[in-house]
């Protein structure tokens, strides 16, 4: 359910607010400094327990204090908390009462942040796109989650093992375990990507590039025509030497490719954050059809490299595919206020 207040105390710079949220665009505008990224941070801290810009939760306390407290009330009056005590303990509450972290985040809808340089996955290290793949799959198979772990689990014993020069005879049954796991991880996402592929198709159309001529591929992290037993018995020998096993789904991930080349060769930093965004938009779609979730939008400098055009159109766009928005801008543009629209106006006070 969308979130209908934010209660602040003690965060960063905010010593103590509470802001209201519209459950469809909200555009949280003022001047570098004054918290706006803040209040996304403190949204996606709630949802993950982590801040995407560090990683000491100390530090995001207001100068000096320890502790902090984030509430969130939504539209169904569930109350997500999130505190951290001066002795650096955390206690996450819903409904004022402690839970764990598995429970409190399958009461919290799907969160993504969103800001000038999120695109830059597509051209940064593979585990960037693999994690955004995994995080749809997660949202919509409740068996994904426990499979991949198992299979990290196995796949930490058996790199234990080459690091330690051990013997063929000592991985034979890590790699029983291994390829029987991580099939099942790489069938949830064939099948993931096969269902994304006709929203994607309908988001590039949305955001108006087909004209680009994208694709979406799937690579799942070793040789297409073998099974994983079979890559990984063939590749034994190099594992051995470099000390790490080289094929599996911990290698998968989607690309995004134009013609054939990878897109940083042929599109544009404005074109790239567009294919994101349809990217993400087909994924919200997907969630909403097959398990009836809303996502929540957070999006830090919306106008960063793309016109007041572009910017109209994803909007329009995220606001047919029923996801909640919190927005933040230098300037309360007209073209980004429509009558849905909340506007959050921050000073330095």
Avoid at 4 to 22: C, D, M, P, Q, V
Wanted: proline share 1%; aromatic share 10%; with cysteine.
């Amino acid at each position: 359910m969308p979130i209908s207040k934010l209660e602040l105390t003690h965060y960063r710079n905010i010593n103590s607010a509470t802001y209201s949220f519209s459950p469809e665009c909200n555009l949280i505008v003022g001047d570098n400094g004054v918290g706006k990224t803040s209040i996304l941070e403190s949204i996606y801290l709630l949802a993950y327990g982590r801040s995407f810009r560090s990683n000491l939760l100390s530090h995001l306390a207001t100068h000096g204090l320890s502790s902090f407290v984030i509430r969130s009330i939504h539209q169904n009056m569930n109350v997500f908390g999130f505190q951290r005590n001066d002795d650096g303990t955390i206690r996450r509450l819903l409904n004022s009462k402690s839970t764990s972290l598995l429970n409190f985040a399958s009461h919290y809808d799907p969160v993504l942040f969103i800001d000038s340089s999120s695109h830059r996955l597509f051209t940064n290290q593979s585990i960037y796109r693999r994690q955004l793949l995994d995080w749809g799959i997660y949202h919509i198979n409740d068996a994904f989650g426990s499979t991949w772990n198992k299979y990290q689990n196995i796949l930490k014993q058996r790199n234990t093992i080459l690091k330690n020069n051990g013997l063929k005879r000592e991985l034979e049954p890590w790699n029983k375990q291994l390829s029987e796991y991580g099939e099942k991880v790489n069938i949830m996402r064939e099948e993931y990507i096969s269902s994304l592929m006709k929203h994607f198709e309908d988001a590039i159309e949305a955001l108006n590039i087909q004209a680009l001529n994208i694709d979406l591929k799937y690579v799942k992290g070793w040789n297409e025509s073998d099974s994983l037993m079979a890559a990984i018995e063939k590749n034994i020998g190099k594992d051995q030497m470099v000390g790490y096993t080289s094929v599996g789904p911990h290698k998968g991930r989607i690309e995004i490719e134009v013609k054939g080349y990878n897109c940083k060769l042929k599109l544009s930093e404005g074109q790239q954050k567009l294919t994101h965004y349809a990217l993400r938009l087909s994924q919200c779609k997907f969630l909403k059809e097959k398990v009836d979730k809303n996502v929540l939008f957070l999006v830090d400098d919306l106008g960063a490299e793309l016109d007041k055009s572009n910017q109209k159109i994803i909007l329009n766009a995220y606001r047919k595919a029923s996801c909640q928005l919190v927005i933040t801008s230098l300037n309360e543009e007209s073209y980004l206020k429509q009558s849905d629209t909340t506007v959050l106006r921050m000073n330095d006070n």
